[in-house]
């Protein structure tokens, strides 16, 4: 399976693919810190928010990168599950490297501050930590959905992109909502409203929203895998 994962990014990394999805990112996060100062926790929120469909993007280009057949063969060689594991670890692997760039874009724009006396925002370090935890839910929900998109599940392009760009739309807007709806979708837009919130919400709300968010995750990676065993 390593040899698989390895072979995958190699695919992803030479052949150029990597390159839409990353000026992507940087532009987002360049638009994003831009225009000014705020809090790292609020920073990193909606940083992580803005990157979840980068992330969704770049699982289904990294799954997309190999030719059906390629893919065909890697599935009886290793294994239906240990196939699909392959490729949503080497997904994961080239989002980490998003997400460190992530970190760094900001305080090398200038676009941190420290905590307004009297306000009760976060330390810098506190911001920085529930930062870097909101970019790791929002990757793997962004897993979660491109491997939802890619083409061993959808078979056509038309319809990946279109599975693609619903969820995106549906995790943006579903979760602006107050109602039961945002239960739907991965908590992105909520964890990042709750991270711009002065004070911050209890620790319970925290655990509840990355409870949330790996459910979320854990069942969309269920229907992927049990799609690729129906769909080879």
């Not at 693919?17 to 000026?23: D, I, K």
């Not at 770049?58 to 699909?84: I, M, N």
Request: with cysteine; proline share 6%.
């Amino acid at each position: 399976m390593i040899a698989l994962t390895r072979m995958r990014l190699a695919g992803f990394l030479r052949g150029g693919r990597v390159l839409a999805p990353l000026m992507a990112g940087l532009a987002v996060l360049g638009i994003l810190h831009g225009g000014g100062q705020s809090s790292a926790a609020s920073a990193y929120g909606y940083s992580a928010a803005v990157l979840f469909p980068v992330f969704a993007w770049l699982t289904k280009v990294v799954l997309d990168t190999e030719p059906d057949v390629q893919r065909r063969l890697a599935r009886v060689a290793v294994g239906p599950v240990r196939e699909a594991f392959a490729g949503a670890l080497a997904a994961v692997l080239a989002g980490l490297v998003f997400c460190a760039a992530a970190l760094v874009v900001p305080p090398a724009l200038g676009a941190l501050r420290g905590p307004d006396p009297g306000t009760g925002e976060p330390s810098t370090a506190v911001g920085v930590g529930l930062g870097i935890v909101a970019h790791l839910l929002s990757l793997a929900a962004g897993v979660g959905l491109g491997a939802l998109a890619s083409r061993a599940v959808t078979r056509t392009i038309r319809a990946g992109v279109t599975v693609l760009a619903v969820g995106v739309v549906l995790g943006v807007v579903l979760g602006l909502q107050g109602s039961v709806a945002p239960w739907l979708v991965p908590p992105v837009m909520a964890l990042a409203r709750a991270l711009a919130g002065v004070p911050l919400p209890s620790a319970g709300t925290f655990l509840l929203l990355g409870g949330w968010a790996l459910t979320w995750c854990t069942l969309a990676f269920a229907v992927y895998l049990w799609l690729r065993r129906s769909r080879a």
